[in-house]
């Protein structure tokens, strides 16, 4: 089991910039998969980004490509999501998940491994 704690949420104005990071702690951590997913009021959990063990394959939802970058650093045990040009109905909390895994997955129920979530809020 693996320990997850996000940090770096916050109030931006639409068109803004915020960086994610995820402390990871209890366990080996190249052993996971490490996914980026979000939740707004009254919504499901959707998914938003993942990277392989390695940091050498990425996947992301299509409304996020070309906006938002997850990368990790091993060595630190930490992912973060770098989102830019944020946009209102990117509102939402946002939540670092683990999978051990070989393979990317790209649904909730596939991760076994949550932090608390950290609000993020992209204002008009």
């Known amino acids: 089991q693996v320990q997850l704690v996000e940090s770096g949420g916050g109030l931006v104005q639409a068109g803004g910039s915020l960086r994610l990071s995820c402390a990871a702690s209890?366990?080996?951590?190249?052993?996971?998969?490490m996914g980026w997913f979000r939740q707004a009021p009254g919504k499901e959990r959707e998914f938003i980004a993942a990277?392989?063990?390695?940091?050498?394959?990425?996947h992301y939802q299509d409304s996020v490509k070309g906006r938002f970058t997850i990368s990790r650093d091993n060595a630190k045990n930490t992912v973060q999501l770098e989102m830019n040009s944020l946009k209102p109905e990117d509102t939402a909390v946002y939540y670092c998940?683990?999978?051990?895994?070989?393979?990317?997955?790209?649904?909730?129920?596939?991760?076994?491994?949550w932090g608390q979530g950290t609000q993020v809020t992209a204002s008009t």
């Open positions: 990277i392989s063990r390695t940091g050498d394959n990425t």
């Open positions: 209890g366990t080996t951590f190249n052993w996971y998969v």
């Open positions: 998940a683990a999978n051990h895994t070989e393979i990317i997955r790209t649904t909730a129920p596939e991760y076994g491994d």
